[in-house]
């Protein structure tokens, strides 16, 4: 459904959330209230079995002792680790949250977990040896390298990879190139202490990030 400015509406445009607070109100463009039985039915089945049934398991364990116990993300991944038997975790660590990435492994190797690290610069790859623009390696010779970060992970067997730090887009090629299943413990935001949500937050206040809705 089209409003009268032609942009096709989804769920970030609902306010009523009744798929999530079991009310079943549902506005007229709501993906849920078109849903239909087969979808649905084909989409469930795949969560009774295979790595979808494992995982989904293992993320109910663990965020629902996130929630009651106030879990900290850091153990909230630990804890998801533990319920899917990962015993190898990788990480793929952005070379500026070094600090970050090591306190992660210290933690994990505590908690008994094998840990293979391997940070965005590995290989030394010089940034204008990609087809970049060159005004984009003002700030670094060296460029990142998800792509080698992936197959070396691969290449280790990791059974989980945990991602602190990437940059836009070099998250989204290792994502990609991963063998194992990935999950996301601290996103980047250079200008914000690494948390995304206070742009958000502050983006219709009066704050410089108003900026972005003028």
Do not use: W
């Given at each position: 459904?089209?409003?009268?400015?032609?942009?096709?509406?989804?769920?970030?445009?609902?306010a009523v959330c009744g798929c999530a607070?079991?009310?079943?109100?549902?506005?007229?463009?709501?993906?849920?209230?078109?849903?239909?039985?087969?979808?649905?039915?084909?989409?469930?089945?795949?969560?009774?079995?295979?790595?979808?049934?494992?995982?989904?398991?293992?993320?109910?364990?663990?965020?629902?002792?996130?929630?009651?116990?106030?879990?900290?993300?850091v153990e909230e991944t630990l804890l998801?680790?533990?319920?899917?038997?990962?015993?190898?975790?990788?990480?793929?660590?952005?070379?500026?949250?070094?600090?970050?990435?090591?306190?992660?492994?210290?933690?994990?190797?505590?908690?008994?977990?094998?840990?293979?690290?391997?940070?965005?610069?590995?290989?030394?790859?010089?940034?204008?040896?990609?087809?970049?623009v060159e005004s984009c390696c003002d700030?670094?010779?060296?460029?990142?390298?998800?792509?080698?970060?992936?197959?070396?992970?691969?290449?280790?067997?990791?059974?989980?990879?945990?991602?602190?730090?990437?940059?836009?887009?070099?998250?989204?090629?290792?994502?990609?190139?991963?063998?194992?299943?990935?999950?996301?413990?601290?996103?980047?935001?250079?200008?914000?202490?690494?948390?995304?949500?206070?742009?958000?937050?502050?983006?219709?206040?009066?704050?410089?990030?108003?900026?972005?809705?003028?």
């Amino acid at each position: 459904m089209e409003d009268q400015m032609g942009i096709q509406k989804t769920c970030v445009d609902c306010a009523v959330c009744g798929c999530a607070d079991g009310s079943e109100s549902y506005p007229a463009f709501c993906a849920t209230r078109v849903l239909s039985d087969d979808v649905r039915d084909e989409v469930n089945e795949l969560y009774r079995s295979g790595i979808a049934g494992e995982v989904m398991g293992a993320a109910a364990v663990a965020s629902s002792r996130a929630f009651s116990e106030v879990l900290c993300r850091v153990e909230e991944t630990l804890l998801f680790a533990s319920q899917t038997g990962s015993q190898k975790l990788g990480v793929a660590v952005c070379s500026g949250l070094m600090r970050e990435g090591r306190m992660f492994a210290r933690i994990a190797r505590h908690q008994g977990f094998e840990v293979h690290g391997i940070a965005c610069k590995v290989g030394a790859v010089k940034r204008s040896k990609f087809d970049v623009v060159e005004s984009c390696c003002d700030y670094g010779t060296v460029s990142c390298n998800p792509l080698l970060q992936a197959r070396l992970l691969n290449e280790a067997e990791t059974d989980l990879n945990v991602v602190i730090g990437l940059c836009v887009g070099h998250d989204s090629l290792f994502y990609r190139a991963s063998d194992a299943l990935c999950t996301t413990l601290v996103v980047k935001d250079r200008a914000l202490a690494n948390n995304p949500a206070a742009a958000l937050a502050a983006a219709d206040s009066v704050s410089p990030y108003s900026r972005m809705l003028k």
